[in-house]
């Protein structure tokens, strides 16, 4: 944080800790205001109080008296001021107060303090060991024994951003009182301090509606809700600092050593037409994906007038109210650079009813399409496209790969041929469940090229892989034709396997297939793969100038609380629960970890069954409150009844 231009101080006993702070910023621009609770001649009864208050006084600070810090917004003192540190020393209700109205005091105060915080502010709060209930806190209380301060803090829409030991000797006139209204201290000793920051508030999901050209068609499709916030963010594009830039700069570094990498410059679209999942035959899971129906109904509609120019205008046709149960339809626009999204252009969409999809609707006859849960089978499409129609690049690589100058170069040459792979990288998508380390939605980097049977390829990359990643608890086993890098928890990074052997030229087609999100949470320990898509700019501040693979991520939420809740509806005979993972993604924007079924009843009379799901909500990227969990639940719920026709139970 920078040198704070305004400082506001709750709280003060003898207003010893506010001289302290007076005296150390002498000669500095810094406003100094500070508070009590108590009414002046209350106040002077501390000892050295008078003296204090003088000091403060001459040094050009303020004194207000008779402050309640749960409604600072209402002091006309404070009118129009906003404070870049807001300073609250051991809060306390006072005589013997429990746990229950000191973390309603914090929650109060918090909710107040925003109110006059500026937006990047810091809230600092000093708490005895032990009573903010965090693992910095050692004892650690049980949960339900602390004051909860993080997730008191959360009620306001703060995190917790850091916690420090509280000296207390840098601030030499500092006199701890206040202890039960007394003049008694508090034990500073093993004393933290407690940085909270605001965060960001959560982004509605958006129905969007786009055009992209497959296999020479143009389509017009609506992307699902819970996917919005993970396209077009360009994490792969040229100056990139994202993680997973940096992770797949690295791995390309490295294969280069012993061969030729050539990364194909194309930019694809998100959809795949049934033929090309169809050719891709055991390659792909077409369990895991994502099936789109066309939108016949928008052929002929016009384009957004951008949509030909350099940028393309998106139109956001419809997104949740975060803060209430309703849904509200609304119109935004964001551009995307035309070489970056595929060729993709927008059309406006017609408002949308409360329905997520097309699917349902057995009237509309449209054409199926799904979307990418891999780059396989463009990956395939675009190596044929080169080989056809070969770029003058491409010519000139080849020309100079053919001289024996170049080929020394690298090891992997047989009969003077250099050994290469080809590459593609970008978003795919995969409609699994929800839990920990299920991505619906990751960067792949996929490489192919044809390698000489001897020295053994897949042998070769696997030892190169193993040994790039053991050091971070990768462990390659081998699982039939393919080589594949495990680590717990998240389970399997990537995968090498040989695609088609060419016996007329010995020559054997290896793939590589990794996942760049996995291995960026792994190389730079961050921890929740969710804060890969975070907005908020203290993520990517981290990586502004990359770092080097294995250094940690420093998170900046810390100890976010886990809320566990369930849900019970009846169904018709029929149950779609990749449905049910979609709907929860939307509704709660995201902050749903993990869901669980619980219990299952089928009616013996009825051709209804019950299921029961438990979803634990948690957050590293924004902070989640139990009363913003809550809303989300009861918002899930109310969208399961709309969508999928479920009785709540």
């Known amino acids: 944080m920078s040198p704070p231009r305004s400082i506001l101080l709750i709280g003060e006993g003898n207003f010893s800790f506010s001289a302290s702070i007076c005296q150390s910023l002498s000669g500095s621009d810094t406003t100094v205001i500070a508070t009590c609770l108590q009414r002046e001649d209350e106040a002077l009864r501390h000892e050295g109080a008078a003296t204090n208050i003088q000091t403060i006084r001459d040094a050009g600070g303020t004194v207000l008296f008779d402050m309640d810090c749960t409604k600072l917004n209402e002091c006309t003192s404070l009118e129009g001021n906003l404070f870049d540190l807001v300073i609250f020393n051991f809060p306390h209700c006072g005589r013997k107060s429990g746990v229950k109205k000191n973390r309603e005091l914090l929650k109060n105060f918090f909710l107040s303090c925003i109110q006059v915080l500026s937006e990047d502010g810091e809230i600092h709060v000093s708490l005895c060991n032990g009573q903010g209930g965090t693992p910095a806190d050692q004892p650690k209380r049980e949960w339900h024994n602390s004051w909860q301060v993080a997730a008191m803090a959360a009620e306001a829409h703060l995190i917790l951003s850091d916690v420090q030991p509280f000296e207390s000797e840098k601030y030499q006139r500092y006199k701890c009182t206040g202890y039960r209204s007394q003049d008694k201290g508090f034990h500073v000793e093993k004393a933290l301090l407690h940085v909270f920051t605001r965060s960001l508030p959560y982004m509605s999901p958006q129905k969007l509606t786009v055009e992209e050209t497959v296999e020479g068609e143009k389509v017009q499709y609506q992307m699902p809700a819970e996917l919005s916030d993970f396209i077009f963010r360009e994490f792969l594009n040229s100056g990139s600092a994202h993680p997973v830039k940096i992770v797949q700069d690295s791995i390309l570094e490295g294969l280069a050593e012993f061969c030729s990498v050539s990364m194909m410059p194309e930019t694809i679209p998100f959809l795949l037409s049934e033929k090309q999942v169809q050719k891709c035959g055991g390659e792909m899971d077409s369990t895991q994906c994502y099936l789109i129906h066309s939108l016949q109904r928008d ?90 129609f070969p770029t003058d690049s491409e010519e000139e690589a080849k020309s100079e790969s053919s001289e024996t100058s170049n080929a020394e170069e690298h090891h992997c040459v047989s009969n003077g041929t250099v050994c290469s792979l080809l590459g593609i990288s970008g978003v795919v998508f995969r409609n699994v469940p929800i839990n920990t380390w299920a991505l619906p939605v990751f960067h792949e980097l996929l490489l192919t090229g044809a390698f000489p049977s001897e020295p053994d390829p897949l042998k070769m990359f696997g030892q190169h892989f193993e040994k790039l990643f053991v050091s971070h608890g990768a462990l390659l086993t081998a699982q039939q034709d393919e080589l594949c890098l495990m680590v717990q928890p998240m389970g399997l990074i990537g995968k090498i396997f040989a695609v088609k052997e060419d016996i007329s030229h010995s020559l054997i087609n290896i793939c590589i297939s990794l996942n760049l999100d996995l291995l960026a949470v792994l190389l730079f320990a961050i921890p929740d793969w969710r804060l890969l898509w975070s907005h908020d700019p203290r993520f990517n501040k981290q990586f502004s100038i990359p770092p080097s693979l294995g250094t940690p991520f420093c998170p900046f939420s810390l100890f976010p609380e886990h809320f566990r809740f369930d849900i019970s509806f009846w169904t018709g005979p029929t149950w779609d629960e990749k449905k049910f993972y979609g709907v929860v993604r939307e509704a709660s924007c995201g902050t749903v970890q993990q869901v669980k079924l619980i219990d299952t009843f089928s009616h013996p009379d009825l051709s209804q069954t019950s299921y029961c799901y438990r979803l634990v909500y948690h957050s590293h990227t924004n902070a989640l409150s139990h009363t913003q969990a809550l809303l989300f639940h009861k918002r899930l719920e109310s969208a399961l009844s709309a969508w999928l026709q479920v009785t709540i139970r």
């Not at 969409?349 to 999809?357: C, G, T």
């Open 299 to 388: 052929c002929n509609s016009e384009s957004h007038p951008l949509a030909d120019k350099n940028k393309c205008t998106i139109l956001r046709s419809y997104s949740w109210t975060v803060k209430d149960d309703e849904e509200s339809p609304k119109s935004a626009k964001s551009t995307v650079s035309p070489e970056n999204m595929g060729k993709v252009r927008c059309k406006r969409a017609e408002p949308l009813k409360p329905a997520r999809s097309l699917d349902d609707d057995p009237e509309l006859e449209t054409e199926l399409y799904f979307l990418r849960p891999s780059l396989t089978a463009q990956l395939k499409d675009l190596i044929v496209k080169h080989k056809q």
